[in-house]
């Protein structure tokens, strides 16, 4: 008997706004607690929220990127529980009106080309964080998360195995990242997963009962942590008991799942709507204005790397990591081979600035410096390691590669005259070798050649002083 799995993803993402959602405060990560707080978010009696349009429109970008609909109007309600980060008593987010509903992400696995309904997306804001490690024996509570923006996007059971899971996850950042939504940045929290699994008998339509993963905080683990539930879900099932819906929490420490609260203890939030703030309105005509804004996204893009610069789906996968990356990839093309362009990136480029550090790479060595560059090289002007050296020199002091290329007499040298200069110097050094090679010895060729490489300092022009050498050597 064959099982399959079926999984729902709960998707919060921070909003890269900068500000609190319903107050003037910045969001920073890993200031010292509670110095970016106000009366608003303290919940303080009296205090009013005033929307922050900007976080509004981001969300809004990430709705229609998402393939979802975003009704003319979507309002706010207050979803209440007691806990200490959250001083208000409770949490304004979308609960009956979401802003989108009904949308649709298609996505590359390992498994092939996917897609995935999306059931709805809402914006919320972030609760605090209490701090269990600062004083012994004590919880401090920190606010300067309270009140920041997130989207929660909230999936349908549509995925079949962890690994699905894990490249939806990782194109959904990605495209986030692309559309200027969000960082997505998991350390600091600005992506959190809650994941949701159940099995059944493959072939049948049914939901069973499901358990959700809560607290994994990176895209591997929430990989691992929904193998080894399914597992056990199969393994209970096969020995004829039921699954018990129930909620798990990941021990970050020992790297599996463990009861935190079965569905009879779960919460009744009392949701009721928010009435000091008005309901959201968007008409066709912003709708329209805003989708003509979206960039193309990742996956579009990575395909039409391959079909229009035919680089290998690896290099074009690596390449649309980033959009910045994806862009100067683009940059560089309309002067440099699109071949020559993914080496030059993927190699030396990411060497210095990181993988995916596209932004970092334009501002240090822009584009069309690095086609210069790689013009030199092309042309024999200097030999591809000196070309490797000329690029941390412009990347380290800002400098175009002729600038290098001159101040370091970096040039390779081809001149007839100059070669067998060097050349003379290192036959007359070793006539052994030279005699060794006569008698048929031809790997001696190969000793000569890294001689006068190092004569030269690698200005040696490679395949000129190889012929030249050869002529000579038939000479003798
Ligand atoms: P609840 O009412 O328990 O919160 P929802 O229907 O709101 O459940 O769904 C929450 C999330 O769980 C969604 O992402 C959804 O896709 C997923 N989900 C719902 N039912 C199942 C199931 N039987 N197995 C796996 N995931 C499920
Ligand atoms: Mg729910």
């Known amino acids: ?112 080309a996917k897609s995935l309904r999306i059931r709805r997306i809402h914006v919320e804001e972030d609760a605090g964080k209490s701090l269990h490690a600062r004083r012994p024996g004590r919880t401090g509570i920190d606010l300067n998360r309270a009140g920041a923006p997130l989207v929660e996007i909230v999936t349908e059971p549509d ?23 969000s960082d997505c940045n998991m350390e600091q929290g600005g992506l959190r997963v809650d994941a949701n699994v159940s099995v059944r008998r493959a072939g049948s339509a049914v939901l069973e009962a499901k358990v959700e993963i809560k607290n994994v905080n990176s895209f591997s683990y929430i990989e691992k942590a929904l193998t080894q539930e399914i597992a ?46 008005p309901p959201l309105a968007f008409g066709p005509e912003e709708l329209a204005a805003v989708r003509a804004t979206l960039p193309e996204l990742s996956r579009a893009r990575r395909r039409r790397f391959v079909s229009e610069f035919g680089v290998s ?44 550090g596209g932004s970092e790479a334009a501002i240090r060595v822009p584009p069309h410096r690095l086609a210069e560059l790689i013009a030199l090289v092309e042309s024999a002007a200097i030999s591809r390691s000196a070309g490797r050296t000329v690029l941390e020199a412009m990347a380290a002091e800002g400098v175009s590669a002729p600038e290098v290329v001159r101040r370091e007499g970096l040039g390779q040298v081809a001149d007839r005259q100059v070669l067998e200069g060097w050349i003379d110097t290192i036959l007359n050094e070793d006539e052994g070798a030279v005699a060794r090679y006569r008698a048929g010895e031809e790997q001696v060729l190969g000793h000569f050649m890294g001689r006068i490489m190092t004569l030269s300092a690698g200005r040696a022009h490679p395949t000129e002083v190889r012929r030249l050498l050869q002529e000579k050597l038939r000479e003798g």
Request: overall charge neutral; charged content about 25%; aromatic content about 10%.
């Open 1 to 112: 008997m064959t099982w399959e799995a079926v999984i729902g993803l709960e998707v919060h993402v921070q909003l890269r706004s900068g500000r609190k959602l319903f107050c003037g405060d910045r969001v920073v990560f890993g200031d010292p607690p509670n110095t970016h707080v106000c009366p608003v978010c303290l919940g303080l009696p009296g205090a009013l929220p005033v929307l922050d349009r900007q976080a509004v429109d981001l969300a809004l970008r990430a709705a229609l990127a998402l393939g979802c609909t975003v009704p003319r109007t979507s309002t706010w309600a207050r979803k209440n529980y007691f806990y200490p980060d959250l001083p208000k008593g409770y949490q304004i987010t979308q609960f009956e009106h979401p802003m989108g509903i009904g949308g649709r992400v298609d996505f590359d696995s390992d498994g092939g």
């Open 159 to 181: 995925l079949r195995s962890p690994g699905d899971a894990r490249a939806f996850l990782q194109s959904l950042k990605r495209d986030l990242a692309y559309l200027d939504v």
């Open 232 to 277: 056990r879900q199969i393994e209970s099932r096969e020995a004829g008991s039921a699954v018990r819906a129930e909620t798990r929490v990941w021990d970050d420490r020992r790297r599996e799942l463990r009861t935190m609260r079965s569905k009879e203890e779960s919460s009744d939030y009392r949701y009721f709507p928010e009435p000091d703030l």
């Open 313 to 356: 789906t690896y290099a074009a996968g690596v390449l649309t990591r980033t959009r910045a990356w994806a862009d100067y990839f683009e940059a560089l093309a309309l002067d440099v081979a699109p071949g020559e362009a993914a080496n030059w990136i993927m190699g030396p480029i990411s060497a210095i600035v990181g993988e995916g």
